[in-house]
C-alpha cells in the first residue's frame, strides 16, 4: 500500500482513539450498568459516526487549499468555499448528533433525549470541525514546505552538479593543450624523453577521464598526478627553474575532490616560470592532517608581467568549483610585482562530496 495513504489511515485512526478517550475520560457521557471498557466503545462508536462528516470535511478543505496555494483561486473565493464546506458540515453534524447519536445510541442505551440550544450547538461544532481541520492541514502545510525544501535542495543540487561539470571541462582542455604544447617542443628536439613524455601524459588523461568522474579521489592519487605535471613541465626549463615540492600527508587514502589543486600547479607554470626570461621558482607545500589540508605555492614572476587575477580564468574556475565543494574553505592570493602566492586552507570534513 502506498506509504501516503497509510499516513493518512493512521493519522484518522490516532484521531478517533484521542477523542473517544477524551470523552469517556471527561465524562461526557454516564451509562448504568456499563463497565469502563464498554463506556468507551460507546464513545468509540459516537467518534466513528462523527468522523464520517470530518473526513469528507477535511479532504475537501485539502482540495480548496491547493486551489489557492497554486494561485487558482482568489483568498474570496477560498473562504467562501470554506465557509460552504463548513456550513455543510455543521447541518451534517447537527443531524448525526440529533438523530443518530442522541436519538439511537444514547438514547438507547439511557432512555433519554437532550435538547441542545441550536446556537450553541453550532459554535461548538464549528470548533470541533475547525479544531481537526487545522491539525490536518497544518500537517499537510509542513508535509508540503518540507517537500518544497527538499525539491528546492535537489534543483540546486543538480544545477551546481552541471556548473560544477562544465567549469572542468574547461579546465581540463586547457591543461592537455598546454602539456601538447610541451610535447611538441620535444618532437621538434628530436628528444629521447618524448616517448617517456607521451606514457606520462597517457597515464595522466587516463586517470583524468576515468577516474575523477566518479566522485572523490584518494590524495595520493593527486600528488601522483602533481608530480607527473611537474616533471612533464620540467622538461621545458631545464636548469633555470627551481622546483620545490614537499608534502606531509598523515592518511594518503584520505578522499578530497579530484583535480582541485592541480590548476593551481599550472597557473604558477604558465603565468611565472612560462612567462619568464631568467631565473625562476615555484615552491609548493601541502600538508593534510587530521582532515585539514593546507596548500601554498609560490612562484616568482617578471616585474613587468603584473598579470590581473581577474582576467585569468583558470582561477576564476577552480575558485568556483572550490565554492561548490567546499563551501567554507579558505582563499588567499596575493598578486605582488614580483611574486604570485597561493594560500588555500580546506576542511576535508565539510565538503559537498
Not at 485512526?13 to 450498568?33: E, H, P, T
Not at 602539456?179 to 618524448?194: E, P
Request: with cysteine; hydrophobic share 45%.
Amino acid at each position: 500500500m502506498n506509504k501516503r495513504i497509510l499516513y493518512h489511515i493512521a493519522f484518522w485512526v490516532a484521531y478517533v482513539l484521542f477523542k473517544s478517550y477524551l470523552n469517556f475520560d471527561s465524562g461526557s457521557f454516564i451509562v448504568n450498568d456499563k463497565s469502563g471498557i464498554e463506556l468507551f466503545m460507546v464513545a468509540l462508536w459516537i467518534q466513528l459516526v462523527f468522523v464520517t462528516i470530518k473526513i469528507p470535511l477535511v479532504y475537501a478543505l485539502f482540495n480548496v487549499t491547493d486551489k489557492y496555494l497554486s494561485k487558482q483561486w482568489s483568498i474570496f473565493k477560498t473562504i467562501l468555499a470554506a465557509a460552504i464546506l463548513f456550513a455543510i458540515a455543521i447541518i451534517c453534524y447537527l443531524f448525526l448528533n440529533h438523530y443518530i447519536v442522541f436519538g439511537m445510541i444514547l438514547e438507547r442505551e439511557m432512555g433519554m433525549w437532550m435538547d441542545l440550544n441550536p446556537l450553541s450547538s453550532i459554535s461548538y461544532y464549528f470548533f470541533i470541525l475547525s479544531f481537526v481541520s487545522g491539525i490536518a492541514i497544518a500537517i499537510k502545510l509542513v508535509r508540503l514546505n518540507i517537500k518544497q525544501k527538499a525539491d528546492a535542495q535537489e534543483l540546486l543540487k543538480n544545477k551546481l552538479e552541471i556548473e560544477l561539470q562544465f567549469l572542468k571541462a574547461q579546465t581540463n582542455p586547457h591543461f592537455l593543450f598546454n602539456t601538447l604544447n610541451n610535447i611538441y617542443a620535444l618532437a621538434r628536439k628530436n628528444s629521447d624523453k618524448t616517448a617517456d613524455v607521451v606514457m606520462t601524459l597517457s597515464n595522466m588523461l587516463r586517470y583524468m577521464l576515468y577516474e575523477t568522474f566518479n566522485g572523490p579521489v584518494e590524495i595520493e592519487n593527486e600528488i601522483k598526478i602533481i608530480n607527473d605535471y611537474i616533471e612533464l613541465e620540467k622538461l621545458r626549463y631545464s636548469k633555470r627553474l627551481e622546483m620545490v615540492f614537499n608534502y606531509t600527508v598523515d592518511n594518503y587514502k584520505e578522499k578530497l575532490a579530484p583535480l582541485i589543486l592541480l590548476p593551481f600547479v599550472e597557473n604558477a607554470f604558465k603565468h611565472g616560470a612560462g612567462e619568464s626570461r631568467f631565473q625562476s621558482y615555484i615552491h609548493i607545500d601541502l600538508k593534510l592532517i587530521d582532515k585539514q589540508l593546507s596548500f601554498e605555492i609560490k612562484n616568482s614572476k617578471e616585474e613587468t608581467k603584473n598579470q590581473e587575477i581577474d582576467k585569468n580564468i583558470g582561477l576564476k574556475n577552480i575558485q568556483r568549483q572550490l565554492e561548490l565543494l567546499y563551501p567554507t574553505h579558505k582563499l588567499s592570493i596575493v598578486n605582488s610585482a614580483k611574486e604570485f602566492i597561493v594560500k588555500l586552507n580546506i576542511s576535508l570534513k565539510d565538503g559537498n562530496i
